[in-house]
């Protein structure tokens, strides 16, 4: 079970970036979920995506600049990160739950079951 996340890289702001998630051996009747941690900062939940992709969530600070996707034949997840700003600045890591989650609970990392490694976004001029 192994999920790898990739696509990070330095950009200005006002830019976009596409973060993948490279989930093998992860059912892909598993939600999915983006979390980011700063420097010095908690771990926070950036956006949820049901199995069937039919349900997806936002925190309130990426809503409306990023989508989330996945293509199931594929075993991806995407993140589609527009109108970056510097404090979007983080390690961006994807996560696996096992079952299905209570939509309230879909930001908190302890209901996760699998992480990836993380990728490294950094917005700055």
């Known amino acids: 079970l192994q999920l790898q996340a990739s696509g990070g890289g330095l950009v200005q702001p006002g830019g976009s970036l596409r973060l993948s998630c490279a989930a093998s051996g992860v059912s892909n009747r598993w939600p999915i979920a983006w979390f980011r941690q700063a420097p010095g900062k908690e771990r926070e939940g950036v956006s949820y995506i049901s199995f069937s992709g039919g349900g997806t969530y936002y925190a309130r600070s990426v809503n409306g600049r990023f989508t989330i996707s996945r293509d199931n034949a594929k075993n991806m997840v995407y993140l589609q990160t527009n109108s970056l700003k510097p404090e979007d600045t983080a390690v961006y890591y994807c996560?696996?739950?096992?079952?299905?989650?209570?939509?309230?609970?879909?930001?908190?990392?302890?209901?996760?079951?699998?992480w990836g490694q993380g990728t490294l976004v950094t917005v700055s001029s």
């Open positions: 996560a696996a739950a096992q079952r299905r989650l209570l939509t309230s609970l879909w930001a908190l990392s302890d209901e996760y079951d699998y």
